[in-house]
């Protein structure tokens, strides 16, 4: 069973940038879709963004799109969300998911704790 653990979450300046990692636990990790979840306070978790499990193929919700880089690297079995161009309503909790498949699916098996970013001026 994957373990994933999330760090680089903090506090920032609206136009600002931070990249959160994501260490999985798993030496299959090649094997797996990643991606980015995000929680606000009072609103459901939503989707932020993913990658195949080749790193090939990343997609990301319209309101991060053109803002935020995922990428992956499989020899350290981390996946990163770079987030540039910061805005107040990206402050929540910040999950990272997993799937043992291609693509990542639409309600992952496998979560980390989360990571807290806030924008703030």
């Known amino acids: 069973q994957v373990q994933l653990v999330e760090s680089g979450g903090g506090l920032v300046q609206p136009g600002g940038s931070l990249r959160l990692s994501c260490a999985a636990s798993?030496?299959?990790?090649?094997?797996?879709?990643m991606g980015w979840f995000r929680q606000a306070p009072g609103k459901e978790r939503e989707f932020v963004a993913a990658?195949?499990?080749?790193?090939?193929?990343?997609y990301y919700a319209d309101s991060v799109k053109g803002r935020f880089t995922i990428s992956r690297d499989n020899a350290k079995n981390t996946v990163y969300l770079q987030m540039n161009s910061l805005k107040l309503e990206d402050t929540a909790i910040y999950y990272c998911?997993?799937?043992?498949?291609?693509?990542?699916?639409?309600?992952?098996?496998?979560w980390g704790q989360g990571t807290q970013v806030t924008v703030s001026s």
């Open positions: 990658v195949n499990w080749s790193g090939g193929s990343p």
């Open positions: 798993e030496r299959t990790f090649s094997r797996y879709a």
């Open positions: 998911a997993a799937d043992r498949s291609v693509l990542l699916t639409t309600t992952p098996h496998y």
